[in-house]
Antibody, heavy 128, light 110 residues
Framework: EVQLLESGGGLVQPGGSLRLSCAASGFTFSSYAMTWVRQAPGKGLEWVSAVSGSSGTSTYYTDSVKGRFTISRGISEDTLYLQMNSLRVEDTAIYYC????????????????????WGQGTLVTVSS | QSVLTQPPSVSAAPGQKVTISCSGSSSNIGSNYVSWYQQLPGTAPKLLIYDNNERPSGIPDRFSGSKSGTSATLGITGLQTGDEADYYCGTWDSRLSVVMFGGGTKLTVL
């Protein structure tokens, strides 16, 4: 069974940093792209970032987090990370990781919204 | 404001059929596959449809997807009260190299 377990959320002050983790199991981690999606309280889904499979050489970000967030894949562990720096109040949300499409889809291509399954999410609150 | 446009809400009676639309542009829906997600209250989203009209294993054939030009549609037949949820469309945008989601549609089964 494929499982994704996020951790690392919490309360942080504006300007602070957090590192989210997503532990993956039940599938060949390197064979799939991975993604982070967030949902502010009472709002819709907002895509944050994605990384290609294998060594994760291709990364993509939504404009509002470029230069502040960094997505990466563990080198020896089946874990997805999201390093979040210079956090803002508007980054407050539940952050979900999801398994993306298999590598044969290519990087940053049509079909890159085949996100299945999703983790349970971790709450990030940015407040003073 | 989302680039992909969905109606904020739709409703129908149990047993009936409902469709949810998702409108985009040539650089996103017009040239890429569309996915659909269901988010039940208080839970993580679940993939319902990928590659315009494919269902992951375990998703009943009451759920269907289609695409024409720069619009996509999710269809749900034989509505059940358990289908009450928020539904989102999503696709890749080739010009911006980003994933886009629609604003979401709340389905009420009357």
């Amino acid at each position: 069974e494929v499982q994704l377990l996020e951790s690392g959320g919490g309360l942080v002050q504006p300007g602070g940093s957090l590192r989210l983790s997503c532990a993956a199991s039940g599938f060949t981690f390197s064979s799939y792209a991975m993604t982070w999606v967030r949902q502010a309280p009472g709002k819709g889904l907002e895509w944050v970032s994605a990384v290609s499979g294998s060594s994760g050489t291709s990364t993509y970000y939504t404009d509002s987090v470029k230069g502040r967030f960094t997505i990466s894949r563990g080198i020896s562990e089946d874990t997805l990370y999201l390093q979040m720096n210079s956090l803002r109040v508007e980054d407050t949300a539940i952050y979900y990781c999801a398994k993306g499409p298999p590598n044969y889809y290519g990087s940053g291509s049509s079909g890159w919204t085949r996100f299945d399954p999703w983790g349970q999410g971790t709450l990030v609150t940015v407040s003073s | 404001q989302s680039v992909l446009t969905q109606p904020p809400s739709v409703s129908a009676a149990p047993g009936q059929k409902v469709t949810i639309s998702c409108s985009g542009s040539s650089s996103n829906i017009g040239s890429n596959y569309v996915s659909w997600y269901q988010q039940l209250p208080g839970t993580a989203p679940k993939l319902l449809i990928y590659d315009n009209n494919e269902r992951p294993s375990g998703i009943p054939d009451r759920f269907s997807g289609s695409k024409s030009g720069t619009s996509a549609t999710l269809g749900i037949t034989g509505l059940q009260t358990g289908d009450e949820a928020d539904y989102y469309c999503g696709t890749w945008d080739s010009r911006l190299s980003v994933v886009m989601f629609g604003g979401g549609t709340k389905l009420t089964v009357l």
